[in-house]
């Protein structure tokens, strides 16, 4: 099993979001995601062609192995590559699937919308449809908490904190649904809001009731 690469890049498609990167003489294709395209370093080559002086890197791995192809799907970081395990956990996620999604969604935003039952923005990521957003967002509410707990008391997406409510009953009536569709049962979501601020938006209000609903 390959768990790390540590060489030279040789070559970026970024259209396929494909690289090369080549570690002690040997050129490993690997398909990675687009931030972490964002992140490596063009390749650069001597005067003469010879030899590469691009400065080396690392990516982390997980090897994909079929009948008939064995391939490399690559992350800028071990943080990265952990979320991409626990995606292909999911039934109906497979190693492409997984990710189009970090893709789209770094770690922490694709936290945020599993905790909140943002089904329809992972779906938007390029080969899954709701179907397998939903069972992303049903798969995973427990999983990630678990796996990542400095993610569990703010789900930081990198955005401004959200303005108070302009329709507390609405925010209310919105969590409640996507509590439902959690999932989470009728007695638990009423015990999971009793202490929740009623003045926030639906997402403050969702984060904080699964917050509840991990502990109980």
């Known amino acids: ?12 498609n970024a259209a396929s979001c494909a690289v ?17 395209i964002a992140k490596l370093p063009s390749p650069k080559f001597a005067p003469d062609g010879s030899t590469l002086d691009s400065p080396p890197v690392r990516i982390y791995t ?14 800028a970081d071990r943080e990265e590559l952990d979320m991409y395990k626990l995606l292909i956990s999911v039934s109906g996620v497979g190693p492409k699937a997984g990710l189009s999604i970090l893709s789209l969604l770094t770690p ?21 449809g709701p179907k397998t957003a939903s069972r992303v967002v049903l798969e995973l509410k427990d999983k ?5 707990p400095h993610f569990t008391d703010r789900y930081d997406t990198g955005e401004a904190d959200p303005s108070p409510a302009a329709n507390p009953t609405a925010a ?7 509590l439902q569709t959690l999932g989470y049962s009728r007695s638990e979501i009423t015990a999971a809001l009793k202490n929740v601020d009623p003045s926030a938006e639906a997402d403050v209000i969702i984060k904080n009731a699964l917050a509840a609903l991990m502990k109980g």
């Open 108 to 128: 922490r935003k694709l936290a945020a919308a599993v905790a909140s039952g943002d089904s329809k923005g992972i779906a938007r990521a390029p080969g899954v």
């Open 62 to 75: 997980h090897m994909a192995v079929r009948e008939d192809a064995v391939e490399l799907y690559g992350f």
């Open 144 to 148: 990630i908490p678990k796996k990542f």
């Open 172 to 178: 209310l009536a919105d969590a409640k649904e996507v």
């Open 20 to 36: 090369i990167i080549e570690c002690a003489g040997v050129g490993y294709r690997v398909t990675v995601t687009a931030p972490t």
């Open 1 to 12: 099993m390959i768990e790390t690469l540590y060489g030279k890049i040789f070559e970026i």
